[in-house]
């Protein structure tokens, strides 16, 4: 798996120019296993091993998103919400809204959520059983995250997740 995984960061990065990502979700949080740095010199918070609440994080939303509605109430009711930027999402009503919005579109956005200067866009990874055991993520400074990069970096996730929902369970 993991190598699968890491072969899967290296194309992307080569795609996309961005740091990906790749985390698993641990109870109401999601840890980050694999990390690949892009080429350019962004120094990026997150780091594999580190442990987010699902809120505040692209990755987080985007598996809160496709849980079952009895986990995902679990885990909004026990969420701490605390503001690490002005744009973090402070209330269950926020997060319920954009969790809705993450589940038609198929990805979710942290437009400096969770760090200023920094947008992410990720997907879920689902298993054969459409569960949503990991994430996959593209993150960069958000001077170079335009509308049009996005675009191109939810195409890539999305077929990414696909290709890797079959290593997961």
Do not use: W
């Not at 091993?49 to 939303?61: H, T, W």
Request: charged share 20%; aromatic share 4%.
């Amino acid at each position: 798996g993991r190598n699968t995984i890491g072969r899967e960061l290296d194309v992307l990065v080569d795609t996309l120019g961005e740091t990906m990502n790749y985390v698993r979700r641990q109870g109401g949080n999601v840890i980050y296993i694999a990390k690949k740095e892009s080429p350019h010199s962004m120094r990026i918070s997150t780091t594999v091993g580190m442990s987010l609440p699902m809120y505040c994080s692209a990755v987080g939303k985007a598996i809160l998103a496709y849980l079952p509605p009895e986990e995902q109430d679990a885990i909004i009711s026990a969420t701490d919400f605390r503001n690490l930027t002005d744009n973090t999402l402070d209330s269950e009503e926020t997060l319920r809204a954009e969790l809705k919005k993450i589940r038609s579109q198929g990805f979710a956005l942290d437009s400096e959520e969770l760090e200023y200067g920094l947008t992410c866009v990720a997907a879920p990874i689902l298993n054969t059983q459409k569960y949503p055991v990991a994430a996959i993520s593209c993150s960069g400074p958000s001077t170079r995250m335009t509308p049009e990069k996005i675009g191109i970096c939810q195409n890539e996730l999305r077929l990414s997740a696909a290709r890797l929902s079959h290593i997961v369970s």
